[in-house]
C-alpha cells in the first residue's frame, strides 16, 4: 500500500550494529518468538542493547547493493527452511525470510499508533519478504510468527517519512530519448521506443476538442506529460505521444524515486496517428480520460487508479 510504503528516497543513518540472527542470536537455539514489542524491548536492554529501528533492519536487509529482497533480487523461499543458510549482503541473516520481527518504530496517531513489523512469516507469499514491506500491529500483540533482533550503538533516528496527498495532476517534462529508455525496459513497450513524437501542447488538446460537440465538461485538457498523485504515496507518470507516423499510446509509469520508474500499464492505438489529449479534473483523485476525439463515441478511454497500487487504461 502507497500509504505504507511511499515512494523510494534516500535516508541517511549513521553507524550501528545488528544482531545476525533473531533473538537470543543464536545458532544452536531457536528463534524467541511469542512476545510483545514492550517484552522484546526489555530482553533487549538486558542485554545492554536495544530493539532496532525499522530503517536499521531495512538497511541490514537490503544490503550494500540495496537489493530489494535479503537474499537478493529474487525471494529464495529455500532459505526460509534453514536461517543461516542465507545472508543479507550485510551478514545478516534470516531478515525478512521465516519471521515477522518487531521494531521499535511505530505508525499513526498518539490515540491510534501501531507497531512496525519487518519481515514476513515463510507462509507468505513472495512480495510480502521484501525488505521495505511494513506490516503496523497492535502494540500488544503475540504469536509464533512475531521474532526480533537486537541492534546496538545510538539509535537512528531517522524515520521513513509519513505519506502526504499532493496536486492530483501537474505538468512535467520528459524527452523522446527519456521516454524510449523507459519503454525498452518492458516488452509491452519495446515496440514503441523509436521515432518518438510529443504532441504539441496546447495546440493539440484544442484538436482533440474541436474534433467533437466542443462541451468540455469541466475537465482540463492536455498532451503534456502530467505526475498523478491519486492516493498519498503513490505517484505515477502519464505519457501520450506517438511512435512512428501512425501509432498512438497512453503509457503510465509508477515513480520509484528521483529518475526511476517501473510500467504500470500501457494502451496502443494502432493506425490512429493523433493527437491523443488528457482530461482531468485535480478534484477527481481515482480517475482521468484520453482521447483523441473528445465527445466521439469509442474515441475516449479512461485512466484509473485501483487500490492497493494499481494503474489501470482502458477503452470502454
Not at 545458532?27 to 538486558?46: F, G, I, W
Not at 536495544?50 to 538497511?59: A, D, Q
Request: contains cysteine; neutral net charge.
Amino acid at each position: 500500500m502507497p500509504e505504507l510504503e511511499p515512494r523510494r528516497q534516500s535516508i541517511e543513518l549513521g553507524p550501528f550494529q545488528i544482531d545476525r540472527l533473531p533473538y537470543p542470536n543464536d545458532p544452536a537455539l531457536p528463534p524467541k518468538t511469542n512476545v510483545t514489542r514492550e517484552e522484546a524491548l526489555r530482553l533487549c536492554a538486558e542485554r545492554g542493547a536495544r530493539l532496532c529501528t525499522e530503517l536499521e533492519w531495512e538497511r541490514a536487509c537490503k544490503g550494500p547493493g540495496s537489493d530489494e529482497y535479503s537474499t537478493g533480487a529474487r525471494y529464495e523461499a529455500s532459505c526460509a527452511e534453514a536461517l543461516s543458510s542465507c545472508a543479507s549482503g550485510f551478514d545478516a541473516l534470516a531478515l525478512g525470510t521465516a519471521l515477522y520481527e518487531w521494531t521499535s518504530s511505530e505508525i499513526g496517531t498518539e490515540s491510534s499508533r501501531k507497531a512496525l513489523l519487518r519481515g514476513a512469516p515463510k507462509r507468505a507469499e513472495g512480495t510480502a519478504h521484501r525488505c521495505a514491506a511494513r506490516t503496523p500491529t497492535d502494540l500488544t500483540t503475540h504469536n509464533a510468527d512475531i521474532g526480533f533482533r537486537c541492534c546496538a550503538g545510538a539509535p537512528n533516528a531517522a524515520i521513513v517519512p509519513t505519506a502526504q496527498l499532493e496536486v492530483t495532476f501537474k505538468k512535467t517534462r520528459i524527452s523522446p530519448d527519456e521516454l524510449s529508455k523507459l519503454l525498452t525496459q518492458s516488452p509491452e513497450t519495446a515496440s514503441l521506443a523509436k521515432n518518438i513524437t510529443f504532441f504539441k501542447d496546447p495546440d493539440s488538446a484544442e484538436t482533440v476538442i474541436s474534433r467533437g460537440p466542443g462541451d468540455r465538461k469541466g475537465f482540463t485538457f492536455g498532451t503534456a506529460p502530467l505526475l498523478w498523485n491519486p492516493v498519498a504515496g503513490a505517484e505515477l507518470l502519464l505519457v501520450s505521444a506517438r511512435s512512428g507516423e501512425n501509432t498512438s499510446f497512453v503509457v503510465a509509469f509508477h515513480v520509484l524515486g528521483e529518475g526511476k520508474y517501473r510500467l504500470a500499464s500501457s494502451f496502443i492505438l494502432k493506425n490512429e496517428p493523433g493527437p491523443v489529449a488528457f482530461a482531468y479534473d485535480n478534484g477527481l483523485r481515482p480517475r482521468l480520460h484520453f482521447s483523441s476525439c473528445w465527445g466521439c463515441p469509442g474515441e475516449t478511454g479512461k485512466i484509473l487508479f485501483r487500490k492497493p497500487e494499481r494503474a489501470v487504461i482502458l477503452q470502454p
